[in-house]
């Protein structure tokens, strides 16, 4: 996580990107790295001292979509509501709703994954994209524990799912 601004947009949602061919590899021994924005998609280089990358950090564990259904809440400068969702995997998630979003707003989510435990909050996600009743949003940034416990309720879906398919053939 970092909170560098882009020098395009001006907004913090920057991340890391991994680097590509010799003249990075040469850049980072001077820690000079290679950073994109998740909003606006310009990529530029950037000093950031004494932080090291580890090559695990960059390593983006990917898993399917997976089509789920609970509620969803959001809340944003101009809108709020709720929805239900239909497709979540670590990146993103898209719900049913009836309010009004639109491409490029940045709302806050919580994911109510279950009645029993809090919901996942992501503390950013931008919408990419809006179709009729519904919309797709791409996670920008939350703390790194809501990561962990939406990772591990993944994990346990594609485990329960398998588990059924084997015992329902
Ligand atoms: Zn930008």
Request: aromatic letters at 10%; hydrophobic letters at 40%; a positive charge.
């Amino acid at each position: 996580m970092t909170n560098k601004k882009c020098s395009r947009c001006g907004r913090d949602f920057v991340r890391r990107v991994s680097r590509a061919g010799l003249p990075e590899a040469l850049l980072r021994l001077f820690y000079v790295y290679p950073f994109k924005c998740q909003l606006c998609g310009h990529r530029f280089r950037s000093f950031q001292q004494s932080v090291y990358y580890s090559g695990a950090e960059e390593d983006r564990r990917e898993y399917d979509r997976l089509e789920v259904k609970f509620p969803v809440t959001f809340s944003g400068e101009k809108v709020s509501g709720e929805g239900m969702l239909i497709i979540i995997s670590m990146d993103g998630c898209s719900f049913a709703t009836s309010a009004e979003l639109e491409v490029g707003m940045i709302v806050k989510l919580q994911l109510h994954i279950s009645g029993a435990v809090a919901p996942v909050t992501v503390d950013a996600a931008v919408v990419r994209n809006v179709q009729i009743g519904s919309v797709g949003v791409e996670f920008l940034r939350w703390q790194e524990t809501e990561r962990e416990r939406l990772q591990h309720f993944i994990r346990g879906l594609l485990i329960g799912r398998g588990a059924e398919s084997s015992l329902h053939p």
